[in-house]
C-alpha cells in the first residue's frame, strides 16, 4: 500500500515539475514587410530658412519678438500609391523659450538662455485625390481631424472619412506649403553683446502606415 502511494505522488510530483517547466518560457515572434513602395520628402531652397542679420534693437525686451513667417514648399514623392504619414523631430530639443509641443528651438546662448523658437504649418495641400490633415497620438493606431500645425507628439497624416472613420488614404504625391514662423525671446534674458546665430534644426521624417 504505502509502495502504491509512493508511486502515485512521485507521478504526481513528475506531472507538476513538467508543467512549471513549461510554463517558464515566452515567445519572440519577429515579423514586418519588405514593400517596393518608397516615398521621398524634398523641400524647396534646400529646406533653408533665412532671417538673414536682425539688429538687437528691433527686438523686444520684456516680450518676445516676431519675425516675417517665411514659406517653403514641401513635396512628398512615392513610385506608388503609399500610406504614409509625417512626423517632425526637433534636432534642437530643450531649447524653445516655450515649452509647447508647436514649438521647436532656435538654440541656446551660452548653454543656458533659449534664443526663441519657431512653429510649422502645413497649408494648401494638392494630393492626387482631396485629402485632409489628420493627426495621430498612437502612431498611426487611431486618427483625428488635425490641422496643420506639426505638433511634435503627433505623426500627421492626409485622409478622407470612409465609414464614419477618418484614416489616411495611399497617395503617390503631395504638395503643400510649409509656414516656417520663428520668434526671439525678450533681450532682457539674453546676452546679445556678440552676433548669435539662430540655430534652428528639424527633421521632417516619412513614417509607412
Known amino acids: 500500500m504505502n509502495r502504491q502511494f509512493s508511486r502515485l ?3 504526481l510530483l513528475l506531472t507538476s515539475t ?12 519577429v515579423t514586418g ?16 530658412v533665412d532671417y538673414a542679420k536682425i539688429p538687437v534693437k528691433d527686438l523686444n525686451t520684456s516680450g518676445p519678438t516676431l519675425l516675417e513667417t517665411k514659406t517653403l514648399q514641401l513635396t512628398v514623392s512615392c513610385n506608388g500609391p503609399a500610406s504614409f504619414a509625417i512626423s517632425a523631430l526637433d534636432n534642437r530639443a530643450n ?8 514649438h521647436y528651438g532656435l538654440g541656446k546662448i551660452n548653454e543656458t538662455e533659449k534664443l526663441g ?7 494648401d495641400l494638392v494630393a492626387d485625390v482631396p485629402v485632409t490633415p489628420l493627426n495621430s497620438r498612437d502612431e498611426g ?17 492626409f485622409g478622407t472619412r470612409t465609414g464614419g472613420n477618418w484614416a489616411p488614404v495611399a497617395l ?17 534674458g539674453l546676452t546679445l553683446t556678440n552676433e548669435v546665430k539662430l540655430d534652428g534644426a528639424a527633421t521632417l521624417q516619412i513614417e509607412y502606415l
Open 9 to 11: 505522488a512521485l507521478a
Open 33 to 48: 514587410l519588405i514593400t517596393p513602395t518608397a516615398c521621398e520628402p524634398t523641400l524647396t531652397d534646400g529646406g533653408i
Open 95 to 102: 531649447t524653445s523659450h516655450y515649452d509647447s509641443a508647436l
Open 172 to 188: 503617390q504625391s503631395l504638395a503643400a506649403n510649409l509656414f516656417v514662423t520663428a520668434y526671439i525671446a525678450p533681450t532682457d
Open 117 to 123: 523658437g519657431y512653429s510649422m504649418e502645413l497649408r
Open 141 to 157: 493606431a487611431t486618427w483625428t481631424v488635425g490641422d496643420g500645425l506639426f505638433d511634435k507628439r503627433d505623426w500627421k497624416g
Open 18 to 29: 513538467s508543467s512549471t517547466f513549461a510554463a517558464s518560457r515566452t515567445d519572440l515572434t
